[in-house]
């Protein structure tokens, strides 16, 4: 090897070690930047817009970001009542993992979405309003968007641990839904997903009584074929009886219900601009797919009960 060749293997090893520490040293800024310096912007940030957009005070425990997995975590978000108070929103862990391939794919594709401990509590004021109605007002003010579907894509969802509190003023009663927990595939707008079937699954206990909820569809689709299968076992109708539109000819004094149900939604053949407006919807069900027991303060009707077949809901007996 001359001496030409050797001074210019050196210099090509000198710059490839140069390009290798500029990597280094860029990988290690990165990390610095996603580990140290962004979690206290996000959250600032995060807490202020929400903030200014809920009229509430908010408050975030913490948020840590991995640059290397592009991932996402926030720790104990809270939202309070209008001017301060109790907590009315809120939860206890949301993580998010983010692919590379949302840089090409057109819109946003998160790999996995963990939300634990959701937590919400709805008040209804004695005057009819609840404790969020200022929002409502102010979202149904806003002009219509007429905007296309944005693409995304959001896979492994996974919500655990959720609570729903109401506290009805106006009735005088409370009512709970704790222990909701959540599972879902895959949620996409994506063109290549569109045509394939979600199948989610939902269970919670309603004032102490199990709810299990599990379907399958196509949201995006065009045809939006849909399937529902309700499992619910002695729910309470009497602590619901005040919340009917109408006046009952009876007074129901108690009232349990268990159904196993199962509906299907799918087109009629109509275009699909006009899909909404022609639809049909089949049911299905066990033997006894609705059972309601029910006693009224009316002597001749005390202690009477009766069931609906789902495959024949004409059908009514007293017992």
Aim: charged share 25%; glycine share 8%; proline share 6%.
């Amino acid at each position: 090897m001359t001496e030409k060749n050797r001074t210019a293997t050196a210099t090509a090893s000198m710059s490839l070690r140069k390009y290798g520490l500029r990597v280094i040293l860029c990988v290690l800024v990165i990390g610095a930047l996603g580990y140290f310096a962004l979690p206290p912007l996000v959250q600032s940030t995060l807490v202020e817009k929400l903030s200014e957009a809920l009229h509430r005070p908010v408050t975030v425990d913490s948020i840590s970001i991995n640059p290397y997995a592009l991932s996402l975590q926030v720790v104990g978000l809270a939202i309070q009542e209008k001017g301060g108070g109790e907590k009315v929103l809120g939860f206890d862990r949301l993580y998010v993992n983010v692919e590379s391939t949302s840089l090409w794919r057109g819109g946003p594709v998160i790999s996995e979405l963990k939300l634990e401990g959701p937590a919400l509590k709805v008040v209804r004021l004695p005057d009819g309003r609840f404790n969020f109605s200022d929002l409502i007002d102010e979202w149904m003010g806003k002009p219509e968007s007429n905007d296309p579907v944005s693409l995304f894509s959001l896979n492994n969802i996974q919500i655990t641990g959720g609570r729903l509190e109401f506290d009805d003023q106006a009735n005088g009663g409370k009512h709970l839904i704790d222990e909701i927990n959540i599972a879902l595939p895959f949620i996409s707008s994506l063109p290549q997903a569109t045509e394939i079937y979600v199948e989610p699954a939902f269970s919670a206990s309603i004032d102490g009584s199990p709810l299990l909820v599990q379907g399958r569809s196509k949201p995006f689709a065009k045809s939006i074929d849909s399937e529902l299968a309700f499992d619910f076992r002695d729910v309470q109708l009497g602590r619901y009886i005040a919340y009917v539109p109408i006046r009952l000819p009876i007074q129901v004094v108690s009232g349990a219900l268990d159904s196993d149900l199962k509906l299907v939604f799918s087109p009629t053949g109509r275009p699909a601009f006009d899909r909404w407006s022609r639809r049909q919807c089949r049911h299905s069900g066990s033997e006894r797919p609705g059972f309601f027991r029910f006693t009224t303060a009316v002597p001749e009707a005390h202690r009477r009960s009766a069931w609906v077949s789902g495959s024949d809901q004409s059908k009514l007996r007293d017992r």
